[in-house]
């Protein structure tokens, strides 16, 4: 089975800290993703990666970076976290484009 | 990118009942795909189903369908006889020819009744 992995399940964090959110999957899969996820507003994807070092934005990507140095993980990164920034977040990878998505546990992401 | 809608936020059903969610979809790909995928409280988001834009059959997988028509862009999941653990929030997803990711509707948030 396919397993997507993110690092922690709850974060707690001060307004201006600089947040990193990791994950990893293990199917050697091309395409990976970050959501953040909110109530009434579904799911909204922040950055995607389809290939190692290669980033693009996706619907909101301000306020956020990623990186990908390796293809089986992908961190999220929040240069100076703010409460609007409390969310939960999502990663998630594909095989390739337009194929199911699989999806960590998710990470609830406190801003103080 | 796709536009996806649900617009039942909530819904109520007897367990047993026969399920429909509702989603619309607006994308100018011509080749695309339609995912229907169920959250737990606990949080994980389960894969449900698949349509591709040129299946001729409606996607089925156990007591989950897809009624997927065309011409009325639209990807309604049909849960049949429904169980207590169906309770959970369920999204309509579509993704194009590219690879930037499924977008997602709101949700509609599924209760099963005894």
């Known amino acids: 089975d396919v397993k997507v992995t993110q690092s922690s399940r709850y974060l707690v964090k001060r307004t201006g800290e600089k947040v990193f959110l990791e994950c990893v999957q293990d199917?050697?899969?091309?395409?990976m993703f970050w959501y953040r996820q909110d109530p009434g507003l579904g799911l909204r994807l922040i950055y995607f990666?389809?290939?190692?070092?290669?980033?693009e934005k996706g619907d909101i990507p301000e306020g956020y970076s990623v990186s990908r140095e390796k293809k089986e993980r992908f961190s999220l990164i929040l240069e100076s976290a703010s409460t609007n920034q409390t969310s939960m977040y999502l990663c998630?990878?594909?095989?390739?484009?337009?194929?199911?998505?699989?999806f960590g546990q998710g990470t609830r992401l406190t801003v103080v | 990118a796709q536009k996806i809608t649900q617009t039942q936020p909530g819904m109520f059903v007897q367990e047993k009942e026969a399920v429909t969610l509702d989603c619309t979809y607006d994308?100018?790909?011509?080749?695309?795909?339609l995912f229907w995928y169920k959250q737990p409280s606990s949080g994980e988001m389960i894969f449900l189903i698949y349509?591709?834009?040129?299946?001729?059959q409606n996607a089925t997988e156990g007591r989950y369908s897809l009624n997927f028509q065309k011409a009325r862009k639209s990807a309604n999941l049909v849960i049949s006889a429904s169980q207590l653990g169906d309770s959970a929030m369920y999204f309509c997803?579509?993704?194009?020819?590219?690879?930037?990711?499924?977008?997602f509707g709101k949700g509609t948030h599924l209760i099963i009744q005894p």
């Open positions: 199917m050697d899969h091309e395409n």
């Open positions: 997803a579509g993704g194009g020819g590219g690879a930037d990711g499924l977008t």
């Open positions: 998630a990878s594909s095989l390739v484009a337009n194929t199911e998505a699989f």
């Open positions: 990666s389809y290939d190692v070092k290669m980033k």
């Open positions: 994308t100018s790909d011509q080749s695309y795909g």
């Open positions: 349509q591709g834009s040129y299946d001729e």
